[in-house]
């Protein structure tokens, strides 16, 4: 009689370990499935991606969902005239926090502190 009561409790301590176990990978699945998810990388899950060219003399982005072109900023946005960016990575950080804003479904407008913020050089001494 002992025997069979050890026996109930040690098959319900086995299963609540199956399902604690169960728990983690599923939990540890579910980590490393959201974690993939990277901006501006090929790799990526997310279809949104950008590419830097050349303009001029300077530097332009587009911002493409897929192989469709949404955004092509060959300027610097609201800055007058039409002044390319002066590199390739002032230009990329820009298309960066305009896929950032796109994927929280915001307006992909910049604004002054936002270019400010980016570090571009145009905008640091204002």
Do not use: C, W
Request: aromatic share 10%.
């Amino acid at each position: 009689m002992l025997f069979g009561i050890a026996l109930l409790k040690f098959n319900k301590m086995k299963r609540i370990l199956v399902l604690y176990i169960l728990i983690a990978v599923v939990s540890g699945l579910l980590f490393l499935n959201f974690t993939d998810y990277t901006l501006g990388s090929t790799k990526s899950k997310n279809p949104l991606h950008s590419e830097t060219f050349k303009v001029g003399n300077g530097y332009g982005y587009q911002i493409a969902l897929e192989d469709k072109v949404l955004i092509r900023q060959e300027y610097i946005p609201i800055l007058e005239g039409n002044k390319p960016f002066t590199s390739a990575e002032d230009a990329e950080r820009t298309a960066n926090r305009v896929i950032t804003k796109l994927l929280r479904k915001e307006s992909p407008i910049l604004t002054l502190l936002e270019l400010k913020e980016l570090q571009i050089p145009e905008f640091n001494s204002k």
